[in-house]
């Protein structure tokens, strides 16, 4: 099996690990433990990759865990092809608030930054 990539790869500011711990502790308990962040790149948008982030309690054997404080992130090895150097972020600002990725692989996005295209 290959090694996973180094988890330093995809990183996760302070403020999206704080954003997810208040979102964590809002959940009713649950018997298989606290789940983690899922975030995906997925084909579409309206530049041809898409972000997606979801809450899940099940773990994969080959996903990529990102541990960030007291909370974790995970990462599937086909997206963390496209997430190698990025930052998951939490902007709170005027336009609304909500979790994004600064990645410097994306050749251009969309005003709402959630799809991107890579060249």
């Known amino acids: 099996m290959p090694p996973a990539p180094a988890t330093e ?3 996760v500011s ?17 018997p298989g433990g606290e789940p983690a962040l899922r975030v995906s790149v997925e084909a579409g948008g309206c530049n041809g990759f898409q972000y997606k982030f979801a809450l899940d309690g099940e773990s994969r ?3 990529i865990v990102i541990p960030a404080g007291t909370v974790r992130v995970v990462v599937d090895p086909a997206s963390m092809d496209l997430l ?22 994306a050749a251009s996005s969309c005003g709402c930054g959630t799809s991107f295209s890579v060249e």
């Open 61 to 63: 054997p080959d996903d």
């Open 84 to 105: 190698s150097g990025a930052e998951l972020h939490f902007d709170d600002s005027l336009m609304g608030a909500h979790f994004t990725v600064r990645n410097p692989n």
């Open 9 to 11: 790869s995809f990183r």
């Open 14 to 30: 302070d403020a999206a690990a704080c954003r997810l711990r208040e979102i964590l502790d809002e959940q009713p308990a649950s």
